[in-house]
């Protein structure tokens, strides 16, 4: 059983206990991307969400923007956005949003603030996407009068306009391993202890939704 954890990105104990009852009872099962559980029983392929957004942060900070915003529900991810933001003593939380706020809800509250941010990191690039046409349709241009960043670099990401500034989340690689690690479990093998938990990188790829503030 491959199961992929959802949109939160951590199970609640509740959920793999009936995951561990399933290994258990010698059904195998690997788990892709769950942040919080796996490397005892139950194999776990992930990314490092918490420095995808850290790393998505810190280039924000670093072409100079200072006002950044963040939307998403992922814990893991505002910690990575929190660490940045606290290492270079900025604010954030006029503009953070940890809930499931609509995108047109945190546009309304853009347009409605004296001081607005200079750049936005979305939990994803659907998210990103979303908050890009929502601005320009309120004359606010990206990334001229704010920059966006995403995170996944979905196929869509290259080829939006402006082309989206992401971070890679290796799906593609991530899905190879979990079904390598599968098909071992079912033929009999044991996993290696070492590799009970794989890490994948992530990669910052710079496109043009964002940009270097002026000084």
Request: proline share 4%; hydrophobic share 35%; net charge neutral.
């Amino acid at each position: 059983t491959l199961f992929r954890s959802s949109s939160h990105e951590e199970l609640t104990e509740k959920n793999y206990k009936k995951l561990e009852e399933l290994a258990k009872n010698y059904i195998p099962v690997v788990n892709i991307n769950c942040q919080n559980y796996g490397g005892n029983l139950i194999p776990v392929i992930k990314t490092d969400l918490m420095d995808a957004a850290y790393c998505a942060t810190s280039y924000l900070i670093e072409l100079g923007h200072k006002k950044i915003g963040f939307c998403s529900h992922s814990s893991i991810r505002f910690k990575g956005y929190q660490k940045a933001m606290e290492e270079h003593g900025l604010p954030y939380d006029e503009f953070t949003y940890l809930s499931f706020k609509s995108v047109q809800d945190i546009v309304e509250d853009i347009i409605k603030a004296g001081d607005k941010p200079t750049a936005f990191l979305s939990y994803n690039d659907q998210t990103a996407i979303r908050l890009i046409q929502l601005l320009e349709n309120e004359g606010i241009k990206v990334p001229q009068n704010i920059s966006i960043c995403g995170i996944d670099n979905i196929q869509l990401a290259q080829y939006y306009n402006p082309s989206l500034t992401t971070v890679d989340i290796p799906k593609v690689e991530m899905g190879k391993k979990a079904v390598e690690m599968l098909i071992e479990l079912i033929e009999g093998s044991n996993i290696k202890e070492d590799t009970m938990e794989i890490v994948f990188p992530t990669k910052l790829v710079k496109r043009k939704s964002t940009i270097r503030m002026m000084k």
